[in-house]
């Protein structure tokens, strides 16, 4: 090619170069350097779980730079953990993820003499069903899955999960974009437990669900609080500490509640990947965030429910008193924790494909 | 060039691909023979003769042609088809002015700005255009401000929403093989069909069209597969109120955590493709063309 | 027959000039729509993109200092650089060898159909292949798998397109060459690379798009530290996008004009001087 077209294409490249080097300056603070083995920690948690001042002072006191990658479900995060090649040191995953993980031998069984600090945590959410006697993971985060509805659209009580099957606000409603979530709103509807494996059940709740699909708007695990928020829909199924952050910028119009039927419980946990390599990093993180001081401070920067006790004064009153964010214990009572129904996830995925393809 | 000399050139193609494609895919076709375990991930075969010959293997397979499934496929195949026409009609014409109509010091910059809006992240350019769709979005505030509807149009959600943002994602792949092919018509032969008394239609049909269809066929394929396969502007644009055949494989693959089926449906999907370029190419043989592909 | 000042020919135009024009004009009109509303509202003061609520530089401001949304550019940057020089290379060679070789040469079936399996293959199956054949490979996850992986799907979309430039040049230019004494390789680089070239630069276009923007396959293989652009803003959909995506993505807009425009000019001259 001719000599000016050899320095066009040269310099187009100089420029994308220039570009990034750009970017690595902007970047600033810290450095390459950093990456000495030891001090380091790699940490793969839900977007929004872990406020970045705690983080810069987790780095500060200990030392540690932290490396910090999100996921928006489960499925995502055991994906990578099954692959075995994911180089995380921290995980997040939820109840009944962590009941899966466990018998595949994916996370590490944590030694108890190096975790003081789960004296602080709220008794009632140890030693579940999904890790008995906390062996491999501490409780992190939880909340529960609800209505958030407009006060002024919606003029009558909503406390059952029956109004998001009304023709008279068709178009108008949201539902999570989550088989188990979907199913569980029919089946406490018809007075079952989320978990049932009864085929002919599941079959009758399908059809509850297609029937509702005509007055869905959307289904949408990610937006819902700002789709209610901006007023497209007026009712939607939703997690507790997202609609509570909505609720709280306009009190007067939206409401979050936990039907009669009753809900979902879920409880987010910190656990170590087998194939961790920063083990002490690991435990120093674990440590840091089990601190009284340092979990009211994530609980008041993500408004979702913590499960460390001693943190209980130092939490935001307004926090502490939303019953959105931590419910009265009625309210739990009516609540149930999600398993993995084994085999019965083949039929149930049929089902969710049938009411999504009609 | 020589045989030898081409299969020189081809060695690095062959060898990257060969570890880092077939070999996965050689692996993946396995898992779609076996089945999901408990807790997903796969189930273990202890026996592996009385398996092959309990027909187990073939599990996945014989349940992805259950009704349901085939209609997935179909509504999928038919939005595909539709977002592939559409793709060719609109974009002929630009590729067509870009290419022989636009003066000579403009064309760089046209085709670099076909370019340059999918520079811009695909899932923020989605959230435009949920933006520009809504209830209260740009489109409707520009309506009823002027006066043209009194109630606002409700078009996200709808499977209107996801042929506007099925067909925008992929222009670009229409028009710049459209483009490359165009570019090098040769002029003289339509001034000598022209000479031959063929008025404009007529050469466009029985010269353009012939000569450009490398770049038809390119587009087509370009535009017409990964629509089979899509899934995210479904989902966002559509309200996710749609399984097609892409949620479908994603699901298995996402949610489900059911591996060998979602395999078993990701290599009939191929397979489908795959017999349809086939036949295609015997058709161009047959008609003494090049097959390009 | 007539011509227009500047060499655009009018006849075989199946359509009216004011037709054509209008109608490339909507298109890219309709191309840009959405840019524009992205580039407008990063300047709006509000963080719900629904409300216009004042002019604000303030989201550019916070992007300099967001560090997650930095790298996660930088690592696109990386990737999309890479994945365009070595996906262009192979695929050039690729098409070369399709297109000008003997027909039928042993190993020509096979190559096309190699080479059209990558754009078959859906993107979900394509992840879920890879991560499995690295955990099984023990290849850890990082950018390297991800760059391994968008070459890979990348080296088919640049021997198509270079393919259907190569299939309408004129094969007497290099029969041409060849009569006044060139060998192959200056037959090759001052013949046929020349008129490729259009075609190359097509692809590389299209492969560096289909890189900067792919979500599927990069979140399947994406390791520690690895998060692209569109993993970052993914991610970022959970707590509602900020228009501080708006403003990366302004940013990242303006500079490639820049580049095109530059290139354009440079391209220009080149064209003039000889």
């Given amino acids: 090619m001719t000599r000016t077209a050899r320095i066009s294409l040269c310099s187009l490249a100089a420029g994308l170069l220039a570009l990034g080097m750009t970017v690595t300056a902007c970047r600033g603070g810290h450095g390459r350097a950093a ?324 | 060039m020589k045989a030898r000399g081409a299969r020189a050139l081809l060695l690095p193609t062959w060898a990257v691909l060969g570890v880092f494609f077939l070999a996965p895919l050689a692996l993946m076709l396995a898992v779609s023979f076996r089945q999901r375990g408990v807790y997903g991930g796969l189930r273990a075969v202890t026996d592996l003769a009385a398996y092959l010959r309990s027909g187990a293997w073939l599990a996945n397979y014989i349940r992805s042609v259950s009704p349901i499934y085939l209609s997935i496929g179909w509504r999928s195949l038919w939005m595909a088809v539709l977002t592939t026409v559409l793709c060719l009609l609109i974009s002929y014409p630009v590729a067509w002015w870009i290419a022989v109509r636009a003066p000579r010091r403009w064309k760089n910059l046209l085709l670099g700005l076909v370019v340059v809006p999918f520079w811009t992240s695909f899932l923020i350019r989605t959230y435009a255009w949920m933006f520009i769709l809504r209830g209260q979005g740009l489109l409707n505030a520009v309506l009823l401000g002027s006066g043209v509807i009194h109630r606002p149009l409700e078009l996200l959600y709808t499977p209107f929403a996801v042929m506007i943002g099925l067909v925008y994602g992929e222009l670009p792949f229409m028009i710049l093989p459209l483009y490359a092919s165009l570019e090098k018509l040769d002029r003289t032969l339509l001034e000598a069909a022209a000479d031959l008394g063929a008025g404009r239609a007529a050469v466009f049909r029985r010269v353009t069209v012939p000569l450009t269809m490398p770049g038809i066929v390119a587009g087509v394929v370009l535009v017409f597969i990964p629509s089979l396969g899509q899934f995210v502007v479904s989902d966002l644009l559509g309200g996710a109120k749609s399984m097609l055949l892409g949620n479908l494989i994603q699901n298995q693959f996402a949610v489900a955590r059911n591996q060998p089926f979602g395999a078993a449906l990701a290599f009939e999907l191929t397979a489908a493709v795959l017999l349809l370029l086939l036949a295609y190419a015997l058709y161009m043989k047959r008609k003494g063309e090049e097959v390009l592909l | 027959m007539t011509r227009d000042p500047d060499g655009g020919l009018r006849i075989g135009s199946p359509w009216p000039r004011r037709l054509l024009v209008s109608h490339g004009v909507l298109v890219y009109l309709f191309l840009y729509l959405p840019v524009a509303v992205l580039v407008v509202f990063s300047f709006n003061a509000a963080r719900q993109t629904a409300v216009w609520s004042g002019f604000t530089l303030d989201w550019y401001r916070r992007l300099l200092r967001d560090d997650g949304l930095l790298d996660a550019v930088r690592n696109s940057l990386e990737v999309a650089a890479v994945t365009t020089g070595v996906a262009t290379v192979l695929g050039t060679l690729a098409a070369l060898a399709l297109g000008r070789s003997p027909a039928g040469f042993r190993g020509q079936r096979a190559t096309q159909a190699l080479l059209m399996l990558p754009v078959v293959i859906p993107e979900i199956v394509l992840g879920a292949a890879l991560v499995t054949f690295f955990g099984v490979s023990r290849l850890r996850l990082s950018l390297a798998t991800v760059i391994i992986a968008h070459v890979v799907f990348s080296i088919s979309y640049v021997a198509i397109v270079v393919r259907a430039r190569l299939a309408g040049l004129d094969p ?103």
């Fill in chain 1, 35 to 358: 990456e000495a083995a030891e001090h380091k920690v790699n940490i793969y948690i839900w977007t929004n779980y872990l406020p970045p001042d705690v983080l810069a002072d987790f780095e500060k006191h200990t030392g540690i730079k932290a490396t910090v990658d999100t996921y928006d479900s489960n499925e995502t995060l055991l994906a990578k953990i099954q692959s075995g090649v994911a180089d995380y040191d921290i995980i997040v995953p939820s109840d009944y993820t962590l009941k899966v993980m466990i018998p595949q031998g994916l996370v590490l069984e944590l030694d108890r003499a190096r975790l003081t600090g789960i004296d602080n945590l709220d008794p009632r959410l140890l030693n579940q069903k999904y890790d008995p006697g906390n062996r491999h993971s501490i409780p992190y985060l939880w909340g529960t899955t609800g209505i958030g509805y407009d006060k002024k659209k919606i003029k009558e009580p909503v406390d059952t999960w029956r109004v998001m099957f009304e023709q008279r606000y068709a178009g108008r409603i949201l539902m999570l974009d989550d088989v188990r979530d979907a199913f569980g709103v029919a089946l406490r509807l018809m007075g079952k437990s989320i978990n049932e494996t009864d085929p002919a059940v599941l079959r009758q709740a399908a059809d509850m669900l297609k029937k509702q699909k005509a007055l869905v708007k959307t289904y949408d695990s990610s937006d819902f609080a700002n789709l209610l928020a901006a007023g497209d829909v007026d009712l939607a199924q939703g997690y507790s500490g997202e609609i509570a952050e909505a609720v709280a910028h306009a009190p007067n119009r939206l409401a979050y509640v936990v039907p009669k039927e009753g809900g979902t419980l879920w409880v987010d946990n910190l656990a170590v990947p087998k194939t961790a390599r920063h083990l002490d990093a690991a435990y120093a993180f674990l440590q840091y965030v089990m601190q009284p001081e340092i979990a009211a401070r994530i609980v008041n920067g993500v408004h979702y429910a913590g499960a460390n006790k001693a943190a209980w004064d130092r939490i935001d009153p307004k926090i502490r008193s939303n019953p959105s964010i931590y419910p009265p214990p009625d309210v739990l009572a009516r609540c149930e924790l999600i398993e993995d129904l084994g085999e019965t996830t083949q039929l149930l995925d049929q089902l969710w494909t049938e009411v999504k393809a009609q």
């Fill in chain 3, 172 to 274: 007497a230019l290099e029969e041409a060459a060849r009569d006044l004494g060139a060998g192959p390789f200056d037959t090759f680089r001052r013949v046929t690379l020349p008129l490729l070239l259009p075609g190359v630069v097509a692809s590389a276009l299209l492969v560096f798009t289909l890189s900067i923007d792919d979500y599927v396959i990069t979140s399947f293989v994406a390791g520690v530290g690895a998060t692209t652009l569109p993993l970052h803003i993914y991610s970022m959909l959970k707590v509602g996008v900020t228009p501080e995506v708006n403003a990366v993505s302004t940013l990242l807009l303006a500079v490639t004009i820049v580049l095109i425009v530059v290139a354009q000019r440079l391209l220009q001259e080149d064209r003039r001087t000889t």
